[in-house]
Nanobody, 119 residues
Framework: QVQLVESGGGLVQPGGSLRLSCAAS????????MSWYRQAPGKQRELVAG???????NYVDSVKGRFTISRDNAKKMVFLQMNSLKPEDTAVYYC?????????????WGQGTQVTVSS
């Protein structure tokens, strides 16, 4: 059984910072690309940042230079450091684990953590 549990969300003022954490259980962490997605009210879920098993990272343009994704394989955790937060960053943030098994794409999701950026 694989579980992803996010934490670290909350209410922050514009310009502030938050650090999201995602703890993974099970044996798939080492073979999984890990990502953070977000979904704002009335909008589709979008990929925010991803980190491969080898540590390569990618970001959506709107967060480049402000967000940093990282992973700790020993602790089976992935983090999203969010700086210079803007109201448009307000969303539910989801942790995702993705890997291929026997040619099929496998995804696991956390339950989400709310991030609200408001004065």
């Amino acid at each position: 059984q694989v579980q992803l549990v996010e934490s670290g969300g909350g209410l922050v003022q514009p310009g502030g910072s938050l650090r999201l954490s995602c703890a993974a259980s099970g044996s798939i962490f080492g073979i999984s690309a890990m990502s953070w997605y977000r979904q704002a009210p009335g909008k589709q879920r979008e990929l925010v940042a991803g980190v491969s098993t080898g540590g390569n990272t990618n970001y959506v343009d709107s967060v480049k230079g402000r967000f940093t994704i990282s992973r700790d394989n020993a602790k089976k955790m992935v983090f999203l450091q969010m700086n210079s937060l803007k109201p448009e960053d307000t969303a539910v943030y989801y942790c995702n684990a993705h890997f291929m098994m026997f040619g099929k794409s496998v995804n696991y999701w956390g339950q989400g953590t709310q991030v609200t950026v408001s004065s």
